[in-house]
């Protein structure tokens, strides 16, 4: 069989689904290691910002050697830690203490996502398509059809046999990364920095752009996670219904809407101005996070959740997208550090969440804990702010120097 770039494509799909695996796959389980093993609201919070910490390692390393490893030796790299951290998380927990041991299997799960996240955006960027923006939005859509896929399949499967038999899902859903790897091993792959002239990454830290676009990342990521890890137990306990019914109307409305809004930008995307549908978006976000946590009805708190799916989709393929049309120069690198950013967002949101909820206590000690993540939209919003300005008084300053020089 000749694999062609359309195989690689659907590869790169595939892994921001096994990406969805590794950071949604055990939210899910929060409540069960809770009674299972004993473990405090405090030690899951330390559990979510442990995985983004371990990714904004990865983050690391990819800034100063992706191009070295090379993308395909980096993107098996990222499915063997992936099957072994999905896996481990039915074996490690049982083999040394349960806490030590969900450290373990969190921490090749990070690894994995991390060298996806660095590689996976280059890899999809330099095929020779068009509609770039569009095709990213796409391919991190693919992040949010994995999360409902986790809740939808994770769910029929708790109820047809029971949440005790969790670790023999956890198996299932490691063979994804397996048979993605060998796909992997026979796709053509281009590289983004080749041909290019590439900046270094001290010479991007010192673009005011680029700086702008870091704390864009870091709210984006902070957003969406903030929402994404609680919204179960956020339903489970402040909304007082089943397991079930919060897997459902949490994690999996918020992750359906994300992945709507995501999937409808990628078809109309190339006919939409991207920082205006950006600033939109930020504006959004604020409102479903007050209507997610102020509404005295059960039923508009979930509507909340969906609200922020909605309008958390576009942010981080479209920061991505952004800084490719801002920076061409940025290389590899740009995609990294933009990745450890958007990480370093992942965990201080959830982080937050779960350090003011622990503080506070009490029934309303998770609405308390979400409401506070409203600081994210808001920084978000005045960056995007900024960056409009900045790249419409460019856009002056070119046509004023078009003009004299006709």
Request: hydrophobic share 50%; charged share 10%.
């Amino acid at each position: 069989m000749k694999f062609t770039y359309k195989h690689t494509l659907i590869a790169s799909y595939i892994c921001f689904i096994i990406q969805s695996i590794v950071n949604n796959f055990s939210p899910l389980l929060f409540v069960t290691y809770s009674r299972e093993f004993n473990i405090s609201l405090e030690q899951i919070a330390l559990l979510v910002s442990y995985n983004f910490i371990v990714q904004m390692v990865v983050d690391m390393i990819g800034a100063r050697y992706a191009d070295r490893i090379g993308y395909r030796r980096g993107i098996i790299i990222a499915h063997v830690s992936s099957f072994v951290g999905i896996a481990g998380l039915g074996v490690f927990p049982y083999l040394l203490p349960p806490y030590a041991g969900l450290l373990v299997a969190t921490t090749f799960c990070a690894l994995g996502s991390g060298f996806i996240e660095v590689l996976a955006s280059p890899i999809v960027e330099a095929l020779p398509t068009d509609e770039k923006s569009s095709a990213m939005s796409l391919l991190h859509s693919f992040y949010c059809w994995g999360h409902i896929l986790i809740v939808l399949v994770s769910t029929a499967f708790f109820a047809l046999f029971g949440t005790e038999n969790w670790r023999v899902l956890a198996f299932i859903w490691s063979a994804i990364p397996v048979l993605n790897c060998i796909m992997f091993i026979f796709v053509p792959i281009c590289s983004y920095s080749e041909g290019r002239e590439t900046e270094s990454v001290g010479g991007l830290f010192k673009l005011a752009d680029f700086r702008i676009l870091l704390l864009l990342m870091i709210c984006g990521g902070a957003s969406e996670q903030a929402i994404a890890q609680w919204s179960s137990l956020f339903a489970e306990t402040g909304l007082n219904v089943s397991k079930t019914v919060g897997d459902l109307l949490g994690p999996c409305l918020f992750g359906l809407m994300m992945a709507l809004s995501r999937a409808f930008y990628g078809a109309v995307g190339a006919k939409l101005n991207l920082s205006r549908v950006m600033t939109i978006c930020t504006a959004g976000l604020i409102g479903g996070y007050l209507v997610t946590t102020l509404s005295p009805l059960p039923v508009l708190n979930l509507i909340g959740c969906g609200i922020v799916g909605i309008f958390v989709g576009i942010m981080w393929p479209g920061t991505l997208s952004l800084a490719t049309r801002a920076l061409p120069q940025g290389g590899t690198s740009m995609f990294a550090v933009l990745a450890l950013a958007g990480d370093i967002g992942c965990a201080g949101g959830p982080g937050l969440i779960g350090f003011i909820s622990g503080k506070i206590g009490g029934d309303y000690a998770l609405n308390i804990g979400i409401l506070s993540a409203i600081i994210f939209p808001i920084l978000a919003l005045i960056s995007l702010i900024v960056i409009r300005r900045r790249i419409s008084r460019r856009s002056k300053t070119a046509e004023t120097i078009t003009t004299a020089q006709t």
